[in-house]
Structure formats: C-alpha cells, structure tokens
C-alpha cells in the first residue's frame, strides 16, 4: 500500500534529485527508477532517531524516512539493496533490515540539512543504540550515504 502523500503514480521530481532507487521496483517516476527530490522524502514523514554512531563523536539527533516506507512506495521486490555512496562506497543491505529495525535514511543531523562532507545529503542510520545486536560492524558498515539499487 503506498503511502497517502503519493497514493497513485509517483511524480517527477522538480527539484534537484538526491536518490535514485533502481533495480527490482515497481513504482518508477524517471523510466525504470524512482528518482526523489528533497521535498518529495520530507512529504513523506520524517522520523526522529537518537543514538551514539562510530562515524561520530556523543549521541546525535537524525531526521529521516523510515526505510521500510520507502521500499513500500517504490514496490520494492528482492532481498537486498545495494547501497552506492558519491564517493563510490557500497555496501550491500538485506531488506529485512528495514522492516525488523527501525532504520531511516537521515535528511538531517542534529537538526541541520546533512552536508556532503557530513556523510550527506542523505544518510542509512540504524538505532544502534536501541538493541546489543546492532553494536557491531556489521551494522555500522550498512550505514552509508545512499543511493539504492536492488
């Protein structure tokens, strides 16, 4: 069921895009990606985790879309995403993540916009703090700058 903010077709982005989701989907915008502005995420419901990271010094705030939303309204098939970062990192993300953790992909930090230097624009943050079983590197690896591709 896809959410309420884009219950039919989704639309083109008109701003600037900051996520491609490609590969194995079923709702497309830009020929056989979902492509997203930054206004497009935000009108989908932000959620707010709280919770210390490897990447960063103390506890931090992320402002973000709870993956497992985002999988939804593209019509995600498959088992995992693979993750691409700007600077080329990947990391490969059993979808089932998304749907047994909490985990969102974070627009902001602390309550600013994620700048590219920050890991940004858009960052995987699971609630590391929430559950011993994420305090490992196998989680803290699965945290990346994104752009999908299943």
Not at 16 to 26: A, E, F, H, N, Q
């Amino acid at each position: 069921m896809l959410p309420s903010a884009y219950a039919e077709k989704l639309p083109a982005p008109t701003g600037k895009p900051v996520l491609t989701i490609s590969g194995k989907i079923g709702n497309m915008n830009v020929g056989d990606k979902a492509v997203f502005d930054l206004a497009m995420l935000e009108k989908l419901g932000m959620k707010t985790i709280e919770t210390t990271t490897p990447r960063y010094t103390g506890k931090v705030r992320f402002d973000g879309i709870p993956l497992s939303k985002l999988m939804d309204l593209v019509g995600a098939k498959g088992t995992s995403a693979r993750v691409l970062a700007l600077n080329d990192y990947t990391t490969i993300i059993p979808i089932d993540d998304f749907y047994k953790f909490p985990v969102i992909m974070a627009l902001k930090m602390n309550g600013q916009y994620m700048r590219i230097r920050d890991k940004g624009p858009l960052f995987i943050v699971y609630p590391y703090d929430s559950s011993a079983e994420l305090q490992n590197q196998i989680y803290y690896s699965r945290s990346a700058p994104a752009s999908f591709k299943r």
